[in-house]
């Protein structure tokens, strides 16, 4: 292997997912190649495609400037039509704060998880249909609305694992009771039968605009983004209930319900029981993803 190619592997086993870069004048086509191979043994092929496109642009990996974090968005799933599907405000809101958005189909296998966090810098847990309860230790209740049981097998596994390996994690809606159900807490199956006096937490009004006040505990990741009052919108009829251990609330509405919860352990790992994604041109609420963003991209 010719020399660049060496000092190019070598550098690349030390600096990692940091991905540094500076502009160099040309590559000849076989170093081009001995440098694919080379990043492809480091990063991984999927990687590697981006970087050598990058590369072909007359730009090498030596520098000061980061590489765009790639973040992770987990996709539903509709077992009638056999669509995988996501809102296109995740894409949007991830693209918006910096960071290059990656659609995750969820009925893949478990053996895919390591594969793809290998692939990622962040993880992005989207909202879709209620967990299946019995995932927590509880029986169904009447109110409990319509389950994907493939979506929650790959989800919590593949929560688990990034959890262990400290990837960065935001949660919205549905993905915030995931995220409690992977390390341990529980979820209430149903608002309206369950809270007393409760406020109307599936809201018959634009998807962009808020319509009731969360209380954020000062302190919080979640505060030093949002401020510790917002409105924000809402569109579920389930909630965290017990909080997982290592984790602690930092959210609630008026009646009590829990609005946040994020992690006392790791970077990065907030949930939030609204749609910021869908209000993310308000640079307010962009704050909680460019957070994301930020805290995959420390070293």
Request: charged residues 20%; contains cysteine; proline residues 4%.
């Amino acid at each position: 292997m010719e020399k660049d190619s060496v000092i190019l592997l070598e550098q690349l086993r030390t600096i990692g997912k940091s991905r540094l870069f500076e502009k160099v004048s040309s590559l000849n086509d076989d170093l081009m190649y001995r440098v694919n191979r080379a990043v492809e043994i480091s990063l991984g092929l999927w990687k590697s495609n981006i970087i050598m496109n990058t590369l072909q642009r007359g730009v090498f990996l030596l520098g000061s400037e980061r590489m765009v974090p790639v973040i992770g968005i987990t996709s539903s799933y509709d077992r009638e039509s056999g669509r995988i599907f996501l809102s296109r405000y995740y894409i949007q809101a991830v693209e918006a704060a910096g960071g290059l958005p990656l659609v995750l189909p969820c009925i893949l296998s478990d053996g895919t998880v390591d594969k793809i966090l290998g692939s990622i810098d962040g993880l992005l847990l989207s909202g879709g249909v209620d967990v299946d309860p019995l995932l927590f230790g509880e029986e169904p209740q009447p109110a409990m609305g319509d389950i994907c049981p493939q979506r929650d097998k790959f989800e919590l596994a593949l929560t688990r694992r990034a959890l262990a390996l400290n990837i960065p994690i935001l949660a919205v809606c549905r993905g915030l009771q995931v995220l409690n159900i992977a390390a341990g807490g529980s979820v209430l199956q149903d608002i309206g039968s369950t809270v007393n006096n409760p406020l109307k937490h599936d809201q018959q009004a634009p998807r962009w605009h808020g319509t009731h006040t969360v209380n954020i505990l000062p302190d919080s990741k979640l505060a030093d983004l949002w401020g510790t009052k917002l409105v924000v919108n809402s569109f579920h009829h389930q909630a965290v209930d017990r909080v997982a251990e290592g984790f602690r609330a930092t959210a609630w509405s008026a009646d009590g319900v829990v609005e946040a919860m994020e992690s006392t352990a790791h970077r990065f790992v907030v949930g939030v029981q609204s749609h910021p994604e869908c209000m993310y041109q308000d640079p307010r609420i962009l704050e909680l993803f460019k957070g994301l963003i930020k805290a995959t991209q420390r070293t």
